[in-house]
C-alpha cells in the first residue's frame, strides 16, 4: 500500500507526476475502447456465456453498468469515426462528450461537429449542440414523486400527492446574470433543480418542490418540468 502514499513527493514532483497519470488514462481509456469495439464486433462475449457486450463488461470486466455503458456507446461510435480514438487519447474530447455527440454524428456532420466539441466541457457542449440543432418546446407539467417515509411516532400534516397533468402556473424566473445569461452552466444542479439549453434562445428547467397548503404546512413533492425562454451573453 506504500505505493498509494504520496506524502513524501515534493509539489514540484507531484503536479508532473498528476499530470503524467492524467495524459497515461486519457491514453489507456482510447485503447480500452478500442479493445471494446473489436471484441464487441467480434463477438466474443458470446463464447463467454454472456448475453450480450454490456453483460460481459459487469460481470467479467467488473464495471458499472453506467461506466459499461458509456464506453460501449463511445467504442462503437469511434470504431465508426476512428477519429475518435486520437482524440480521446490526446484529451481534445472526453467520453461524456462523445455520448453527448452520438446522436447528431453522421458523415457529413462529423468532421465540423467534433472539431467544434474540441476542449469544451459538457455545459458548453450542450449549448453548441441546442444551438446547432434545436429542441421542441416542452410543456410544464407537474409529477408527484414519492414523499419521504417517517419513522413510527412521527407527527406531521399530510396531503393528497399531485396527479401528473399540466401546470397553468408561471414557473419561477431562473436567476440571470449581467446580459441576460443564466447565472449557472446548463446541466447546472442546485436545490433539485437543472436547467438545460433547447435552444440558443431557451432552456428547459425541471426543479423539486413539495406542495404547501398554508404557512408550515410539509405536502407530498413534485416535479416541475418546463420551458423558460431566454438569451446567452453574447448571444
Not at 498528476?18 to 497515461?24: E, P, V
Not at 399531485?162 to 431562473?174: D, I, K, S
Amino acid at each position: 500500500m506504500k505505493r498509494y502514499s504520496l506524502t513524501h513527493l515534493s509539489n514540484p514532483v507531484l503536479s508532473r507526476g498528476l499530470d503524467a497519470m492524467a495524459s497515461q488514462d486519457r491514453v489507456t481509456t482510447s485503447a480500452l475502447l478500442a479493445y471494446l469495439a473489436e471484441f464487441d464486433a467480434r463477438k466474443l462475449y458470446r463464447p463467454a456465456a454472456c448475453s450480450s457486450m454490456f453483460a460481459y463488461c459487469v460481470s467479467r470486466l467488473g464495471l458499472s453498468e453506467d461506466s459499461a455503458a458509456k464506453r460501449i456507446h463511445a467504442a462503437r461510435l469511434a470504431r465508426r469515426f476512428p477519429v475518435i480514438f486520437g482524440a480521446l487519447a490526446d484529451g481534445r474530447l472526453h467520453l461524456s462528450a462523445v455520448v453527448l455527440l452520438a446522436p447528431h454524428l453522421t458523415e457529413d456532420t462529423a468532421p465540423d461537429l467534433l472539431a467544434a466539441a474540441a476542449h469544451k466541457t459538457k455545459a458548453e457542449i450542450e449549448r453548441l449542440l441546442a444551438e446547432r440543432f434545436p429542441q421542441p418546446e416542452v410543456l410544464a407539467w407537474v409529477a408527484a414523486v414519492p414523499a419521504k417515509q417517517h419513522a413510527p411516532g412521527h407527527v406531521g400534516m399530510t396531503t393528497p400527492e399531485l396527479a401528473p397533468g399540466r401546470v397553468e402556473a408561471e414557473l419561477p424566473r431562473v436567476p440571470e446574470a449581467v446580459g441576460g445569461a443564466p447565472q449557472h452552466a446548463p446541466g447546472h444542479v442546485g436545490s433539485g433543480s437543472r436547467v438545460t439549453p433547447l435552444s440558443s434562445q431557451s432552456y428547459e428547467v425541471q426543479f423539486t418542490r413539495s406542495a404547501l397548503r398554508g404557512p408550515g404546512a410539509a405536502g407530498a413533492p413534485g416535479r416541475r418540468r418546463g420551458r423558460r425562454g431566454g438569451r446567452q451573453a453574447g448571444a
